[in-house]
């Protein structure tokens, strides 16, 4: 079945490659600010935000960009815009294809763009994150590891067999990023071709290979699985939410600080102490050695993982439920916890925010006087 989601190819190419780039002015922030900034704004479909995050983060780190794009392309976009994975892997691997179409600059100026507008669907790292980890999967991850290469093969096309399991076995069958111990080494060209006899889509299916490939992120292979479990029963459907306002300070949406920068943990550690409502939650539910892994994952679910559109499918939501589940336990948090901890920090996101905006001025601050010392001397 044909998704009717994603633009066409040809209209992809056409935005990327004519539109002339735009006065962009860059951000102030360090590289891991602006590596989570770039993914956040496209999750929420801010895509003047993300342009600017392009911009700053290719001048920060380079050629390191392209990888991350890909990422976020498997990760955020998925099953939902075949084409603009497709697109973003072409983009991202190919320098000649680059400077035929504007260059560097250009391209990961519009690329943030396009995987801004498109719609979304994060059921791929949701089933990859809950394969690998959730405890209820912990016999059919012992048992299908034991398995053999044809083995793991068979249970991709078994109807019979649930979603988590056949995405264990692709994750297998793959051999990407597989632990060191492996009866079966992966072959990635039969795990492409078993996607494509299954009626996977070839352009998305050859993206996944070559991200794979480059990336070496088993969460690439999960994107044709969630686009072949999508297209089962009853059509997906793409549906719009809102999404947590944030404060911005001088251009950078105080969202941007969460669990995977340093900024954004000490201000999530500072404000677990600070928040009456917060730090009684974690008191009453989460041993005083892990509070802090648990604020993180809380405030991350409060505002750095919704998705402004996304793509609606009979399972997404199993997924969904399945993946914060994961997450929390490995926090720390049992499952009593989890709805008033998400609660808790949902409701207390100004607050939040305050104690970023407090941590983000004072680290500019210092950096500026560094600079002011370091030009003097």
Same mark, same amino acid.
């Given at each position: 079945?044909?998704?009717? =989601?994603?633009?066409?190819?040809?209209?992809?190419?056409?935005?990327?490659?004519?539109?002339?780039?735009l006065?962009?002015?860059?951000? &102030? @922030?360090? /590289?891991?600010? $602006?590596?989570?900034?770039?993914?956040?704004?496209?999750?929420?479909?801010?895509?003047?935000?993300?342009?600017?995050?392009?911009?700053?983060?290719?001048?920060?780190?380079?050629? @390191?960009?392209?990888?991350?794009?890909?990422?976020?392309? =498997?990760?955020?976009v998925?099953?939902?815009s075949?084409?603009?994975?497709?697109?973003?892997?072409?983009?991202?691997t190919?320098?000649?294809?680059?400077? @035929?179409?504007?260059?560097?600059?250009?391209?990961?100026?519009?690329?943030?763009?396009?995987?801004?507008?498109?719609?979304?669907?994060?059921? !791929?790292?949701?089933?990859?994150?809950?394969? /690998?980890?959730?405890?209820?999967? *912990?016999?059919?991850?012992?048992?299908?590891?034991?398995?053999?290469?044809?083995?793991?093969?068979?249970?991709?096309?078994?109807?019979?067999?649930?979603?988590?399991?056949?995405?264990?076995?692709?994750?297998?069958?793959?051999?990407?990023?597989?632990?060191?111990?492996?009866?079966?080494?992966?072959?990635?060209?039969?795990?492409?071709?078993? =996607?494509?006899?299954? %009626?996977?889509?070839?352009?998305?299916?050859?993206?996944?290979?070559?991200?794979?490939?480059?990336?070496?992120?088993?969460?690439?292979? $999960?994107?044709?699985?969630?686009?072949? @479990?999508? /297209?089962?029963?009853?059509?997906?459907?793409?549906?719009?939410?809102?999404?947590?306002?944030?404060?911005?300070?001088?251009?950078?949406?105080?969202?941007?600080?969460?669990?995977?920068t340093?900024?954004?943990r000490?201000?999530?550690?500072? =404000?677990?102490?600070?928040?009456?409502?917060?730090r009684?939650?974690?008191?009453?539910?989460?041993?005083?050695?892990?509070?802090?892994?648990?604020?993180?994952?809380?405030?991350?679910?409060?505002?750095?993982?919704?998705?402004?559109?996304?793509?609606?499918? *009979? %399972?997404?939501?199993?997924?969904?439920?399945?993946?914060?589940?994961t997450?929390?336990? $490995?926090?720390?948090?049992?499952?009593? %916890?989890?709805?008033?901890?998400?609660? *808790?920090?949902?409701?207390?996101?100004?607050?939040?925010?305050? &104690?970023? !905006?407090?941590v983000?001025?004072? /680290?500019?601050?210092?950096?500026?006087? $560094?600079n002011?010392?370091?030009?003097? %001397?």
């Amino acid at each position: 079945m044909e998704n009717a =989601f994603a633009p066409p190819r040809e209209q992809l190419l056409e935005a990327l490659g004519q539109i002339s780039p735009l006065d962009i002015e860059p951000l &102030v @922030a360090d /590289q891991w600010v $602006m590596v989570s900034l770039l993914q956040k704004a496209v999750r929420r479909g801010e895509a003047e935000t993300a342009q600017r995050a392009a911009f700053t983060l290719l001048g920060q780190k380079g050629s @390191a960009i392209w990888r991350r794009f890909m990422v976020i392309a =498997f990760e955020d976009v998925g099953a939902a815009s075949p084409d603009v994975v497709s697109i973003t892997v072409a983009a991202s691997t190919d320098p000649g294809w680059r400077k @035929a179409c504007g260059g560097n600059l250009h391209v990961a100026v519009q690329l943030a763009r396009i995987l801004a507008v498109a719609p979304k669907s994060r059921s !791929a790292e949701h089933l990859i994150t809950s394969t /690998q980890n959730h405890p209820s999967l *912990a016999r059919p991850r012992l048992l299908l590891a034991a398995g053999e290469l044809t083995d793991h093969l068979d249970t991709i096309i078994d109807a019979k067999v649930s979603l988590t399991e056949r995405a264990l076995a692709v994750w297998f069958a793959s051999g990407i990023g597989r632990a060191v111990d492996t009866r079966a080494k992966g072959d990635l060209p039969a795990l492409l071709e078993q =996607f494509r006899s299954l %009626g996977a889509p070839d352009d998305l299916v050859t993206a996944a290979g070559t991200a794979a490939q480059k990336t070496r992120e088993p969460i690439t292979l $999960m994107v044709p699985l969630v686009w072949l @479990a999508s /297209q089962a029963g009853e059509g997906p459907t793409i549906t719009k939410s809102e999404v947590p306002p944030s404060k911005v300070v001088d251009g950078v949406p105080m969202y941007a600080l969460d669990k995977h920068t340093r900024l954004g943990r000490e201000a999530i550690r500072r =404000f677990a102490v600070e928040n009456e409502e917060v730090r009684a939650v974690l008191a009453r539910y989460v041993p005083a050695g892990r509070r802090n892994e648990a604020a993180y994952m809380a405030a991350f679910y409060a505002d750095a993982a919704p998705l402004a559109t996304q793509l609606h499918w *009979a %399972g997404a939501d199993t997924l969904e439920g399945l993946v914060t589940e994961t997450d929390l336990l $490995m926090s720390g948090v049992p499952p009593e %916890g989890f709805a008033p901890l998400l609660a *808790a920090c949902r409701a207390n996101l100004g607050h939040l925010d305050e &104690v970023r !905006a407090r941590v983000f001025i004072r /680290q500019r601050c210092l950096a500026s006087g $560094m600079n002011s010392i370091l030009a003097v %001397g």
